[in-house]
């Protein structure tokens, strides 16, 4: 990992094409997380609330809004929302139920890569592990791993809640 203020990382169209659709994040940005949590719910139910794309506000991003999805929850579907101000243009790179949801997208001159999988296990739980990279010019002035800890922790915990609800 980087600690460069500077690091742009590759263009987004790589990141979509070379990073996410490959189940990977972009291991060189200065900003990376990864966080897991188990969720007594089966993995259909899991996958229900994540892919629900239109509730992510109760499902999985309390704050993000004005969610659009211009092609629907599918591969190189494009979509939009806002959270905190931002407004970030994403497509997905990968949706393969029940297991992975991946997509890519820019806010604020960052290029993200955002990845959640799922694993069912023995007991009718089901294993959630997100990561995210970020990387973009003096990006890391106004974000860091700290935050995105936080912000990955709060997807998890919102995602469990309303599986297991």
């Known amino acids: 990992m980087t600690n460069s203020l500077f690091y742009t990382g590759p263009s987004i169209a790589v990141l979509h094409e070379e990073y996410a659709k490959k189940s990977r ?17 089966p993995i259909e139910r899991v996958w229900e609330k994540l892919s629900d794309v239109a509730s992510w506000d109760t499902n999985l991003e309390p704050g993000v809004k004005d969610i659009q999805l211009d092609d629907g929850v599918t591969v190189d579907g494009r979509f939009t929302r806002v959270k905190g101000g931002a407004k970030m243009k994403a497509r997905f790179a990968v949706v393969e139920a029940p297991r992975e949801i991946a997509w ?4 604020f001159g960052a290029k993200v890569v955002h990845r959640f999988t799922l694993e069912a ?14 990387a973009g010019p003096l990006f890391g002035l106004l974000f860091n791993n700290k935050k995105l800890d936080a912000v990955l922790t709060e997807s998890l915990t919102t995602l469990k809640q309303a599986s297991e609800a």
């Not at 890519?104 to 806010?107: I, L, N, V």
């Not at 296990?121 to 970020?134: G, I, K, L």
């Open 25 to 41: 994040i972009d291991d060189r940005a200065a900003i990376q997380g990864r966080r897991e949590i188990t969720v007594a719910a």
């Open 104 to 107: 890519t997208g820019a806010a």
């Open 121 to 134: 296990t023995d007991d009718n739980t089901t294993r959630v592990v997100v990561e995210e990279s970020m």
